[in-house]
């Protein structure tokens, strides 16, 4: 299972955070709420450290 999501507050809105491992180069993300816009971030860690940060990408989930 994967760890839970972190959550925190900046500015009045939630943010989540979650480390996950991939292996490949996708991630399918699961769980989300019908109709609702979420903005993402992504951050690659390996032996030497961090990354840089994306771009901001901001989606929003349809229905069923």
Do not use: H, M, W
């Not at 979650?18 to 180069?25: A, E, I, K, M, P």
């Not at 996708?26 to 994306?54: D, Q, V």
């Not at 771009?55 to 349809?62: I, K, P, R």
């Amino acid at each position: 299972p994967l760890p839970p999501f972190s959550p925190c507050s900046s500015r009045g809105i939630s943010l989540l955070f979650q480390t996950v491992d991939v292996d490949g180069r996708s991630y399918r993300l699961e769980g989300l709420k019908k109709f609702t816009e979420y903005r993402l971030r992504f951050l690659a860690y390996n032996r030497y450290g961090p990354g840089i940060s994306s771009e901001e990408v901001t989606v929003t989930t349809l229905s069923d």
